[in-house]
């Protein structure tokens, strides 16, 4: 069982930056593919980025490239979500994700969510 909580939330001006955490409980961590997910009001669950592994190459929304990074520290048990240059349009709950072994865009584990608010 993993346990996944988001931090680091909050309204933050167009053009501006945010970094989000991801705590993870359990000695497995460096087991999961980590990714995270977005929701805006009456949209759906949108895939923004993921390691395709424990570590190493990545997978990004065309809509955040270039402005979002992944990381992650597995001493620490903990994801990160640098985001950069942030629109008006990345408005949403962001959501933290963990995948056994490797990345199919079907998480085993979800974290509550962190609402992210850019104002234009």
């Given at each position: 069982q993993v346990q996944?909580?988001?931090?680091?939330?909050?309204?933050?001006?167009?053009?501006?930056?945010?970094?989000?955490?991801?705590?993870?409980?359990?000695?497995?961590?460096?087991?999961?593919?980590m990714g995270w997910f977005r929701q805006a009001p009456g949209k759906e669950r949108e895939f923004v980025v993921a390691f395709r592994w424990s570590g190493g190459s990545t997978y990004y929304a065309d809509s955040v490239k270039?402005?979002?990074?992944?990381?992650?520290?597995?001493?620490?048990n903990t994801e990160y979500l640098q985001m950069n240059s942030l629109k008006p349009e990345d408005t949403a709950v962001y959501y933290c994700a963990a995948e056994r072994d490797y990345w199919t865009g079907t998480p085993d584990y979800w974290g509550q969510?962190?609402?992210?608010?850019?104002?234009?």
């Open positions: 996944l909580v988001e931090s680091g939330g909050g309204l933050v001006e167009a053009g501006g930056s945010l970094r989000l955490s991801c705590a993870a409980s359990g000695r497995t961590f460096s087991s999961y593919a270039g402005r979002f990074t992944i990381s992650r520290d597995n001493g620490k969510g962190t609402q992210v608010t850019v104002s234009s």
